[in-house]
C-alpha cells in the first residue's frame, strides 16, 4: 500500500475514534425509544420453531468448519465502540444451518488457494443490538432495534481472508468496522492487488449464496431473512444446549 493510502487509513481510523466518542455523547442526551419486534429468548420456543424447520437449527462454526480462527472483536473493546459489547468469556459464535454450511463451502475453496476465513462476527443476541442503539441510534453504524438485524437471525457474518502459512489478513484497504466510503464494494480508489482481494471474497462468497452488503466489504448474509426469527439467547446457553 502507497503512503499516501496508509495516511488516509490512518485519519479515517482515527476519525472513527472521534466519531464513536461524539456519537455515545449525543446519544446519552437524547430520548431512546424504538418499536420492540417479536423476539425468541425462550429456548423451548426456539426448539419448537427447529422442530417445524430443521434449517433454523444454529451451528457453532469451528464444529463444522476446520481450520477456521475467530477474532470475535465486540467480545473485547478493539471494535468500533471502543466498549466490550459481549461477555468477555464469549469464544463461541454460530449460524443457522444453511448460512454455516455455505460458509463451509466458503473455507473449503479458500483452503485450496493457501487462504481461510477469520471471523469478526456472527450471530448476535437481539438485546446486544439494543445496547448499541442505546450509545449510537444512526441506522449508518447500527441496526435499529424496531427492524432487528441479519445477526439477530443468525444468517449474518462479518469476516476476513487469511493466509495459511502466516494466519496473516490479506489486506482489504480499511480494517474491519471501518464507516468511510472507502469499505463500500463501489469503491475503486484503492490499489488494484486489494480491488483484487476483496473480489475473492466477494466471488466465493456469493458462489455459495451470500449476498454483499454494499457498506461493507467484509459483512455478507443469507438471503430470505424474514424466515428467521430475531433470537435474543446468549452464548452460554446455545454452546451448553447444542
Not at 57 to 81: C, Q, S
Not at 121 to 140: C, G, M, Q
Not at 159 to 174: A, D, V
Not at 178 to 196: K, M, R, T, W
Request: charged content about 25%; hydrophobic content about 40%.
Amino acid at each position: 500500500m502507497n503512503n499516501k493510502l496508509v495516511n488516509r487509513c490512518y485519519i479515517q481510523d482515527v476519525s472513527l475514534l472521534i466519531f464513536s466518542t461524539l456519537f455515545i455523547m449525543v446519544a446519552d442526551a437524547q430520548e431512546i425509544s424504538y418499536s420492540r419486534p417479536e423476539v425468541t429468548n425462550k429456548w423451548k420456543e426456539f426448539k419448537r420453531q427447529v422442530k417445524t424447520d430443521s434449517s433454523k437449527r444454529m451451528l457453532e462454526l469451528k464444529k463444522v468448519i476446520p481450520g477456521l480462527v475467530y477474532d470475535l472483536r465486540y467480545a473485547t473493546t478493539n471494535n468500533f465502540m471502543r466498549r466490550q459489547m459481549y461477555s468477555e468469556n464469549t469464544k463461541v459464535t454460530f449460524l443457522r444451518l444453511p448460512a454455516a454450511l455455505a460458509l463451509q463451502k466458503v473455507q473449503s475453496e479458500l483452503n485450496e488457494k493457501g487462504l481461510g476465513i477469520k471471523i469478526f462476527d456472527a450471530y448476535r443476541p437481539y438485546s446486544v443490538t439494543v445496547k448499541f442503539w442505546e450509545l449510537i441510534k444512526d441506522e449508518k453504524y447500527v441496526a435499529n432495534p424496531s427492524k432487528g438485524s441479519g445477526h439477530n437471525r443468525g444468517i449474518a457474518v462479518d469476516l476476513t481472508i487469511i493466509k495459511l502459512s502466516n494466519g496473516e489478513e490479506i489486506n482489504m484497504g480499511t480494517g474491519f468496522d471501518n464507516f468511510s466510503d472507502s469499505a463500500y464494494h463501489s469503491f475503486s480508489n484503492l490499489p488494484e492487488d486489494i480491488l483484487q482481494n476483496r473480489l475473492l471474497l466477494k466471488s466465493v462468497m456469493e458462489k455459495y449464496g451470500f449476498k454483499a452488503y454494499e457498506l461493507e466489504w467484509w459483512h455478507y448474509f443469507i438471503p430470505e431473512a424474514s424466515k428467521y426469527e430475531i433470537l435474543d439467547i446468549d452464548f452460554r446457553k446455545l454452546k451448553k444446549r447444542l
